[in-house]
Nanobody, 128 residues
Framework: VQLQASGGGLVQPGGSLRLSCAYS????????IGWFRQAPGKEREGISC????????IYADSVKGRFTVSRDNAKNAVYLQMNNLKPEDTAIYYC??????????????????????RGQGTQVTVSS
């Protein structure tokens, strides 16, 4: 299972970023794929996922209405469009799935989104 996130950077409050994740080593025929983040000194936070079978999108309250997760099955890719970014969104963002072995614990967003495997993260910094 491999997941590679990209697209992070420095953005001003109110700005936007689009994260991309290319995945390989598994076929997402069931389960879910999505994103979690970890800010300095804080616990990991599951923020968004999309289910494989029906494409249901799930969001944490902290990002609902601002972030949008999407998937391109042909490219084995998942994206996170982040709008109206706030300083509290500053964190390392990880692409993750439940279709791999447990790497360093489980990050739970909902019972449908229990992330077990992740890739290397991408840093998002929101600052003026």
């Amino acid at each position: 299972v491999q997941l590679q996130a990209s697209g992070g950077g420095l953005v001003q409050p109110g700005g936007s970023l689009r994260l991309s994740c290319a995945y390989s080593g598994f076929t997402l025929d069931y389960g879910a794929i999505g994103w979690f983040r970890q800010a300095p000194g804080k616990e990991r936070e599951g923020i968004s996922c999309i289910t494989a079978t029906i494409g249901r999108q799930i969001y944490a309250d902290s990002v609902k209405g601002r972030f949008t997760v999407s998937r391109d099955n042909a490219k084995n890719a998942v994206y996170l469009q982040m709008n109206n970014l706030k300083p509290e969104d500053t964190a390392i963002y990880y692409c993750a799935t439940d279709q791999g072995p447990v790497v360093d614990g489980v990050v739970a967003l909902t019972p449908q989104c229990l992330f077990t495997s992740r890739g290397q993260g991408t840093q998002v910094t929101v600052s003026s």
